[in-house]
Structures are given as C-alpha cells and as structure tokens.
C-alpha cells in the first residue's frame, strides 16, 4: 500500500462514525404475508411498502426466488414481474442463494480510490473464488457492490450486511479467520 493511501486510511480510522449495535434477531412469529401487510398498511400507498416487504421476504428465505416474489406480489396487490425489477435495481436484494457468509466490497469510485481493488483480489484469493461466486462448501459468497454512502471511510466493506470500514486488504486474513472458527 502507497503511503498516502496508508495515511488516508488511517484519517479515516480516526474520524470513522461509531456503529451501532446489531439489532436482535427478528422473532418472526407472524407469517411473512402478514407482517408484509402490517407494512403495507403504514404507507399510504401500497407501492411504497415494497422496498420492506421486499426486505422481509428476503428475510425469510435469505434471498428472493421466483416463490419470494410471488408471495410479496399476492401480499402487496403488485406482479412478480414488478416486484422483481424494483428488487433488481438495489445491491441490497439477493436474486440468487447466497453463502452462509456474504461479503460485499465496494468497488466505486471513492472506494476504489484508497485500495478496493486491493481488497477484493486479496478476497477473491483467500477465498479461491471470483466476486459474484459462493465457496464449494457454501460458507462464503463474495460480492462486489456499488456506493454504500460511506465514502469518506472507504473501502468499505459490508460482511453479513454489517459494515466494515474502513477495510484494507491487512483486514482480510483476520475477518476470515473469524468468521470461519464460528459454528455454521
Ligand atoms: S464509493 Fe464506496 S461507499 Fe461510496
């Protein structure tokens, strides 16, 4: 890593914003067509709770099938049709099984600037896999990403939906280990 990209990856260690804690895992006690209602039912209009109901079918399944996006479309009065361009256009929407684990770099401009490029191939080879592929044994899917809005902190790196910035290829090794001594 050049200096000055050591140096502004340090500044933004210093000025990175603390993260909030995780929030508790959702119960999920009521079905997925009637938790997508009560979000419905919080918009004035229906088309508006898509991008929720959307979330909470994702949610349930861990990605959004062919299934998925016929159970929001009976649920929100929509076509699966256009459930699935509205969730086509967003990064945050998984269209295809992901691993247990998914990492997701962003590779825009502003993170591309300070080093991404140098964490996705440090990925890609710790992994073995190609961004947009998932490990033989499942554990693992890496993603490359557009814009998180955390530009000033980049690279930014998101690992089970939960940022990480910002992420230098040094950060790799250790994030993997981590993740591959927990259970699952
Ligand atoms: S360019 Fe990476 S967060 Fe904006």
Known sequence: MDPATAETLAGAVETRPQMPAPLPPDERSAPLRDRILAAVALYP??????????????????WLSTEAFEQVADATGFTPALCK???????????HPAGAHEICVCTNISCALVGAGETLREFSRELGIEP????????????????????GWGPVVSVDERYHEPFGPDRVRPLLDELRGQPG
């Not at 209009?45 to 861990?62: F, H, T």
């Not at 509205?86 to 990064?91: E, L």
């Open 132 to 151: 947009g592929s998932t490990t033989a044994d499942g554990r693992f899917t890496l993603r490359t990403v557009e814009c998180y809005g955390g530009c």
């Open 85 to 95: 361009s509205v969730a086509s256009f967003y990064d945050m929407y998984r269209l």
């Open 45 to 62: 209009e229906p088309r508006s709770a898509l991008i929720p109901a959307l979330r909470l079918a994702q949610e349930e399944y861990g």
